[in-house]
């Protein structure tokens, strides 16, 4: 049976429109209904797709179609949707034990995975803050700074996602849209330079107290861009900000949300580079599905949280969710078993011989430049109604990401790779 996609039914189709009809009437209208300025960029209407089901690289909508997924669900699907051995786990865990009691009474799963994680971490990253999201991890990273470092102030960079809880979204610059409704609630605590430029300019922002906030304490980075674009910095900037985190006393974070566990063709994006921060931010594919991140750090930097006197000062309802745990102790030892790192690498090596020089990004985390403003989406509508489930990015929507599950067959590939070029070729003059 053939694993290409299969659209029968014009998008979106009538079960999509009739349960996006519903979700108007009950989600706020700032989140996923009726997104009518997409549906106008993409030519597909103003409605989305339901997902009903996914499998390996595999979405099926509510009315049947099929298509293949390059997103990988904002990179989580990495070793594929509904992973057998994941939901394996899941079942067997939640027909164990469902829910926990976060800091009051551990659960193994939750002891096991951050075992798990310090022996895969990057050397010396050895204890952890579990979270349920990106953004959980970001918050628990910038609290552990300010707390190792004495400085609450945190230096971020233009370009960067880092999540919208208030904390990430401080320190987020991928779009003003995302922080100009609440700037009047963000802390004058985050400063932001140009990504991948000048060390020079870096080391003198954070040497001089005249920067018109407060004293900086940490650095926080994506090792690649993310929704940015799938930048790459060179190798020596993210070794300078290494040099200057030490020289300085800052608590350099890389953000690997994204990045992390193999989709780069590394372990860790930062490996590239040879560079181990002193916080590490995890999530996304960590759960295979489920909601679980964590902020990994070097015990000398966690313990300036101190220890716990009875009521700890940062945890919450789900901390360490036993389900959550299961799903990635599974997904990890599934990453694995596929030797991730290498499958993105095979991935990388097939889109640059077809693409060239448009590629951006490395392993399975790519970025295609269109060459014009606003393309991405217009390009991702055309590849949606062929079947082909990618997004746009970059901060001037000019660039399509490849995120994909790193279980995508040859044929999916190829055939995604074909839909991508007529969709370029169409952008053409």
């Known amino acids: 049976m053939s694993d290409l996609p299969h659209v029968p039914v014009a998008l979106p189709g009538p079960e999509s429109r009739a349960l996006v009809d519903v979700l108007a009437r009950h989600e706020s209208p700032g989140i996923t209904a009726r997104r009518a300025r997409q549906g106008e960029a993409r030519g597909t209407g103003s409605d ?25 669900a904002f990179g989580v699907a990495l070793v594929g949707h509904a992973h057998p051995a994941v939901v394996r786990a899941v079942q ?44 959980d991890a970001v918050e628990a990273a910038l609290k552990t700074a300010a707390l190792a470092s004495g400085r609450p102030g945190v230096l971020a960079f233009w370009g960067s996602y880092h999540g919208l809880s208030y904390g ?71 070794r300078g900000l290494r040099t200057l985190a030490d020289r300085y006393g800052l608590v350099l974070v890389f953000d690997e949300i994204y990045s992390g566990l193999g989709r780069t063709g590394r372990w860790w994006a930062c490996d590239h580079a040879g560079v181990v921060p002193d916080v590490l931010c995890v999530g996304k594919a960590l759960g295979g599905g489920m909601p679980v991140s964590a902020a990994i750090a070097r015990p000398d930097v966690m313990s300036a949280w101190g220890r716990s006197a009875g009521e700890a000062i940062h945890t919450g309802t789900f901390l360490g969710h036993p389900v959550a745990a299961a799903a990635a102790l599974a997904t990890l030892d599934a990453l694995v078993a596929m030797d991730a790192p290498v499958r993105a ?29 606003g393309a991405g989406a217009r390009i991702a509508g055309r590849l949606l109604r062929d079947g082909y489930i990618v997004l746009p990015g970059g901060v001037d929507g000019d660039i399509i990401g490849l995120t994909p599950p790193l279980c995508l067959s040859e044929e999916q590939l190829a055939g995604a790779l074909d839909a991508l070029e007529a969709g370029l070729a169409a952008e053409s003059p």
Not at 58 to 72: I, M, Q
Not at 229 to 237: H, L
Not at 345 to 372: D, I, N, Q
Request: proline content about 8%.
């Open 345 to 373: 690498r095979e991935f990388e090596a097939v889109v640059r011989a077809r693409l060239g020089s448009r590629v951006r990004g490395r392993g399975a985390m790519l970025g295609v430049e269109t060459g014009s403003p």
């Open 168 to 238: 990430a979204l401080a320190a987020t610059a991928y779009k003003a849209a995302f922080r100009a409704p609440f700037a009047g609630q963000l802390g004058p605590h985050v400063r932001h330079l140009p990504y991948g430029e000048s060390l020079d300019l870096i080391e003198r922002f954070v040497a001089g107290p005249a920067t018109g906030g407060e004293a900086i304490g940490a650095l926080l980075v994506e090792p690649i861009l993310g929704r940015g674009g799938q930048v790459v910095p060179p190798d020596e900037w993210l």
């Open 48 to 72: 989305p797709i339901v997902w009903a089901r996914a499998e390996g690289a595999s979405v099926w909508d509510v009315d049947g179609n099929r298509y293949v997924d390059l997103t990988g």
């Open 92 to 135: 067997e865990q939640a027909a164990t034990l469902m829910h926990g009691m976060g800091d009051v009474f551990p659960n193994a799963p939750r002891i096991r995975l951050m075992e798990r994680l310090a022996a895969l971490a990057p050397p010396g990253l050895t204890q952890c803050i579990l979270g349920l999201s990106g953004s």
